[in-house]
C-alpha cells in the first residue's frame, strides 16, 4: 500500500513560482514511477509531468515543458514539482500519482489509468 500526500500549493501571481512536494509512505519509494496530474473546474485530468524510478528519464505536457521541473529524492520518499512562469491557465488542483507496475510503454505514463495510488491533491491558484 502506498500514500502520497501533496503540499506547497497556495496562491501566486502570475509569473511567479511554487514548488509541490509529494511525500510517499512507501518501502519500495525508489521502484515506482511518480507522476503528476492537474485537473481544473469541468476539465478531465490532464497529464503535467511524469519521472522514472531512478530519476533519470522525464517527460512533460507540451503545456508546461520548458517551465515546470519534476524531480525526485529517493532517500526522502519525496517526488516534487517546480513550476516557474506560471501563468491564470495552470490554475487546478494537482495531484500526485504513483504506478508500481513492472514496465511502462510509450505514452502510458501520460494516462491516469496507468497509476495505482492518488494522492488527495493540492490547489494551485494563479492571479493574473
Known amino acids: 500500500q502506498v500514500q502520497l500526500v501533496e503540499s506547497g500549493g497556495g496562491l501566486v501571481q502570475s509569473g511567479g513560482s511554487l514548488r509541490l512536494s509529494c511525500a510517499a509512505s512507501?518501502?519500495?519509494?525508489?521502484?515506482?514511477?511518480m507522476g503528476w496530474f492537474r485537473q481544473a473546474p469541468g476539465k478531465e485530468r490532464e497529464f503535467v509531468a511524469h519521472?522514472?524510478?531512478?530519476?533519470?528519464?522525464?517527460s512533460y505536457a507540451d503545456s508546461v515543458k520548458g517551465r515546470f521541473t519534476i524531480s525526485r529524492d529517493n532517500a526522502k520518499n519525496t517526488v516534487y514539482l517546480q513550476m516557474n512562469s506560471l501563468k491564470a491557465e495552470d490554475t487546478a488542483f494537482y495531484y500526485c500519482?504513483?504506478?508500481?507496475?513492472?514496465?511502462?510503454?510509450?505514452?502510458?505514463?501520460?494516462?491516469?489509468?496507468?497509476?495505482?495510488?492518488w494522492g488527495q491533491g493540492t490547489q494551485v491558484t494563479v492571479s493574473s
Open positions: 500519482a504513483a504506478d508500481s507496475s513492472p514496465t511502462a510503454q510509450g505514452t502510458e505514463v501520460r494516462s491516469p489509468r496507468k497509476y495505482d495510488y
Open positions: 512507501a518501502r519500495t519509494f525508489s521502484r515506482l514511477r
Open positions: 519521472i522514472s524510478w531512478s530519476g533519470v528519464l522525464t
